[in-house]
């Protein structure tokens, strides 16, 4: 699942982004209402986290300028202003839970994830499997048959993007855009590098090879 942070207090934010990413999620952050509306604007989030009092923007006006514009991504208001008129504004201007500073990062977290499951039951899956290739995203662990496999980082989200669209052709700005976060085409071979990689471990020690090239296309996993 991807997460998008809108909230000024970094430290704030680094810490809620490293609870979500442990749980086997994407997370990216913006320090205003601005940036926050820009990426909102431009990334496939699942969910998105907006403190309401920020520079530039305040979050339920962010919010409700995506509602405006026909983003029905779930929004979770984050907020120290707690009386009822204020949790009503903040559903008002479209958020779709609000919850109240400080609170539990469990919490926080159980939120998340029951906004996902309105949205998308499958975004909440933390065992991914395509044929023999298993990967748990809690345990951040990946094994094909019983051989485990070890990846770095940057692979494991590869392939994670890979296995939650087996089957399906991967174009390569899918992948600059979901596992690099670019938004425009470097010029790179960033990509080759990696699936070149990625194919030494999860392909080349096994009988069948599951990550083909479509050629002028881009590449799809399948069993």
């Keep these: 699942m991807r997460i998008l942070i809108v909230e000024d207090d970094r430290e704030v934010a680094g810490n809620i982004a490293k609870m979500l990413r ?4 994407v997370v990216d952050a913006a320090h205003d209402g601005e940036d926050g ?3 909102a604007r431009d990334g496939a989030f699942d969910v998105l986290i907006v403190d309401r009092m920020m520079p530039r923007r305040d979050g339920l006006s962010m919010i409700s300028i995506l509602r405006e514009e026909g983003d029905k991504t ?3 208001v984050l907020s120290a202003m707690g009386e009822v ?6 559903l008002t201007a479209g958020g779709d839970d609000y919850l109240v500073k400080p609170y539990a990062p469990s919490e ?3 939120r998340v994830d029951a906004l996902a499951r309105r949205r998308d039951p499958e975004a909440l899956k933390t065992r991914l499997a395509v044929g023999d290739l298993e990967m748990d995203l809690l345990a951040r662990t990946v094994k094909r048959g019983e051989e485990a496999i070890q990846l770095q980082p940057r692979e494991f989200r590869l392939l994670e993007f890979l296995m939650r669209h087996a089957d399906q052709v991967v174009t390569r700005t899918m992948l600059l855009e979901k596992v690099w976060d670019y938004h425009f085409d470097p010029q790179t ?3 080759d590098v990696h699936i070149s990689r990625l194919r030494s471990k999860i392909d080349k020690p096994f009988d069948t090879s599951m990550l083909h090239t479509v050629r002028g296309a881009g590449y799809r996993l399948s069993s």
């Design 22 to 25: 442990e749980s086997g999620h």
């Design 74 to 76: 779930p929004a979770l």
């Design 108 to 110: 926080l977290k159980a």
């Design 85 to 90: 008129d204020d949790r009503v504004a903040g």
């Design 189 to 191: 071979n960033v990509i």
């Design 37 to 39: 509306l820009a990426m």
